[in-house]
């Protein structure tokens, strides 16, 4: 329970480090945090959001998932391809959810029953899921006007003042909050990165918890991968390239701890919110794209240090040492 | 009537002679690309098919491996070797790599050019350039002139901010800038050639510069990106996306009218070029050497500098009346 705990200050912390920031870009850009733009910002990393909130179950229960964005990647493609032929939009995006599912599995499976650290793991499918997109588009593009019209109008159809992919990810939000604080898959997500072992005595398997994270990451990678092909009407090998580091950045920042057993979806949102508020500023204060890096890359290491300052001295002594007795 | 008969089927006779004659004479081309089954290089092979009728004594051979690696275009080469081919025409996965291979072809007495993409200056005559960096520069920002005779804002969209090519081109627009009053650069960003951050770099650009007319995208994923970017912003009409982009991949934006028009080079007149040149070469019509002009058709002729590479044409400018036409090739 630990996560609960120590994720409300956090997650105060980065709202307001947020808000500085959002008045920063203000001052020299005040159409920044015009509502229009501001919620204009929230739908650009909406699909940032969603995959952050599948790495996070993932991290949480100490493994990781590098192959999110060649899952969102090929899902897409796939996505594209089918409505090609003509499939119904419905149809179309529950195939994507399921691939993203699969291939979710895969690495879940190889995890939990090859036993191979889940780095390497996903490092290898990766690759490999990036390959099985050149062998499906023959490395040529998918583009807008081989897209159908309710394909790509889907993710922009504004419903209450807001795009339909904003209602998605804040839906997700919602889901995965219920889902982590209220669920017995939550509760063994912590203490399986909390203490694997100890779990396995508490009756839980630490291989099937991790493994169904990954599925749950695979399948908001895969609903991600429609709404990014749709959203920007062009699909193709490379999209997304080391977006993967942006999600795990994204957590990172956020507060989930990269040992396992600490994080909450409100840190992961928080953080993927920080990235993205980052990236639709620096371009409108006209920062040099070197800078946009270095910030980026600071702010990580400035959110781990913060993470380790916190966990310092939460060891407790339980076996104090006796004095020799003569 | 039998004295016509019998000078009749003589002539005929005669005629196939002469053809068979003129067949065993025939130019053997080989068009060697990158790879097989990428459009590009399948509309290069239709030009290079257009330049064989046109010059009527021509075989084209279009070949090349079937993943763009050196080592495959290694043995293509030597198999036309061993067949003796006339001439080859190679767009080159290596610079450096092929030169033994095509050295060896030259030693043989075959003709040997690059185009598209080149190979060092000892492993060919000469090299093709589809265009040159000048040309391309002063295209893009003509192309932005072209649609705004009373001058305004521009911006550019590149890849990043190292990609040689880019910059090289960007520099050169500067540098004829000049002759376009009215046309004011307002800014250089940078999308690393990734769809989303170039979406949001164009995003930014329109919210920044509220009279911004026209952005310009030397990179194929920036411009279709910016071109998105313009249609969700509800901007068509107001601002214009242009620069370097493939038919195919901006039908759906020229249709949009968020981009008014485009230009890349047409590989078309590029494989029709390299064919005229590999056959002028290969007869003795013409020698490459540096400063000389080689005769390339319909495409006037190409003059060799220092290294005998020469540009071909001005990028070719891709519209509404025949962006449909292309699309369906590249």
Same mark, same amino acid.
């Given at each position: ?10 997650? /105060? *912390? ?6 500085? =920031? ?40 100490? /493994?990781?998932?590098?192959?999110? /964005? ?10 594209? *391809? ?26 879940? =499976? ?49 419903? *209450? ?7 998605? #990810? ?48 695979? #399948? *908001? ?11 920007? #009407? ?5 999209? /997304?390239?080391?977006?993967? =580091? ?6 990172? $920042? ?45 702010? $990580? ?26 | ?12 006779? +005669?005629?196939?002679?002469? &053809? ?23 509309? +290069? ?80 005559? %000469? @090299? ?10 002063? %295209? ?6 072209? @649609? ?12 990043? &901010?190292?990609?040689?090519? !880019? ?82 991949? %901006? ?8 981009? !008014?028009?485009? +230009? ?42 220092? +290294?005998?590479?020469?540009? %071909? ?18």
């Amino acid at each position: 329970m630990s996560g609960r705990v120590r994720a409300l200050p956090r997650e /105060a *912390l980065l709202a307001a480090v947020i808000a500085a =920031l959002c008045a920063l870009v203000a001052m020299r850009f005040p159409g920044f945090v015009a509502p229009a733009n501001l919620a204009g910002v929230l739908n650009d990393t909406a699909p940032l959001i969603l995959l952050a909130l599948g790495q996070m179950a993932v991290i949480m229960a100490r /493994a990781i998932d590098l192959s999110v /964005a060649a899952v969102l990647a090929l899902a897409g493609m796939v996505a594209a *391809l089918l409505d090609g032929i003509g499939l119904p939009l419905a149809a179309v995006v529950a195939a994507a959810i399921l691939l993203g599912a699969v291939l979710g599995a895969v690495n879940g =499976l190889l995890v939990w029953k090859a036993q191979i650290p889940p780095i390497v793991v996903t490092l290898g499918t990766m690759t490999i899921y990036r390959g099985t997109i050149f062998l499906l588009s023959g490395g040529k593009w998918v583009n807008a006007h081989e897209m159908s019209v309710p394909f790509k109008a889907m993710p922009r159809a504004v419903i *209450l003042g807001l795009p339909v992919m904003t209602w998605i #990810a804040l839906a997700a939000i919602a889901a995965m909050a219920v889902l982590v604080r209220r669920s017995g898959f939550g509760r063994s997500l912590l203490a399986v990165g909390g203490n694997p072992d100890a779990a396995v005595y508490a009756g839980i398997d630490p291989g099937r918890v991790r493994c169904l994270a990954y599925v749950l990451s695979g #399948a *908001l990678a895969g609903l991600t991968g429609y709404l990014w092909v749709a959203r920007y #009407a062009v699909a193709y090998v490379d999209i /997304a390239g080391g977006f993967e =580091l942006d999600v795990v950045a994204a957590c990172v $920042i956020g507060g989930i701890s990269i040992a396992g057993g600490i994080g909450s979806v409100g840190g992961a949102v928080m953080g993927a919110l920080f990235i993205g508020v980052i990236k639709n500023a620096l371009p409108v204060i006209g920062v040099s794209p070197f800078w946009q890096m270095a910030i980026t890359g600071a702010a $990580i290491i400035a959110a781990v240090a913060v993470n380790a300052r916190a966990r310092r001295g939460r060891g407790r002594l339980i076996l104090v040492p006796q004095r020799a007795t003569p | 009537m039998s004295i016509l008969r019998k000078t009749l089927t003589t002539a005929a006779l +005669a005629a196939a002679l002469i &053809a068979n004659g003129a067949q065993a004479e025939t130019k053997r081309i080989a068009l060697v690309v990158k790879a097989l089954g990428i459009g590009f290089f399948e509309a +290069a092979a239709k030009g290079a098919e257009e330049a064989a009728k046109e010059l009527g004594d021509v075989e084209i051979i279009y070949t090349g491996p079937t993943d763009t690696t050196a080592e495959g275009q290694i043995e293509v080469i030597n198999a036309l070797i061993a067949q003796r081919v006339d001439a080859i025409a190679i767009s080159a996965n290596d610079r450096d790599a092929l030169v033994p291979a095509l050295k060896k072809a030259m030693d043989r007495g075959i003709t040997v050019i690059s185009w598209d993409s080149g190979v060092a200056p000892e492993g060919r005559l %000469m @090299h093709l350039n589809p265009s040159s960096n000048p040309l391309i520069g002063n %295209m893009i920002i003509k192309l932005a002139a072209d @649609h705004l005779p009373d001058g305004g804002d521009v911006a550019v969209l590149s890849a990043s &901010a190292t990609a040689t090519n !880019q910059n090289t081109w960007i520099e050169e627009m500067t540098k004829v800038k000049g002759n376009y009053p009215g046309i004011n650069v307002v800014a250089t960003v940078y999308g690393d050639d990734l769809a989303d951050k170039s979406y949001r770099e164009a995003q930014g650009l329109m919210q920044s510069y509220p009279n911004l007319r026209a952005i310009i995208a030397p990179t194929s994923v920036g411009i279709v990106a910016a071109a998105q970017a313009v249609e969700d912003a509800g901007k068509v009409g107001q601002v214009n996306v242009t620069g370097l982009g493939l038919p195919s991949e %901006m039908a759906g934006h020229v249709k949009a009218g968020s981009s !008014q028009s485009f +230009a890349i080079w047409n590989p078309i007149d590029l494989g029709y070029s390299a064919t005229m040149i590999a056959y002028n070469l290969a007869t003795g019509a013409a020698k490459a050497e540096a400063g000389g002009a080689i005769p390339m058709g319909r495409m006037g002729s190409v003059t060799l500098d220092e +290294a005998r590479e020469g540009a %071909m044409a001005d990028p070719f400018v891709y519209d509404a009346s025949n962006v449909d036409d292309f699309a369906s090739i590249f």
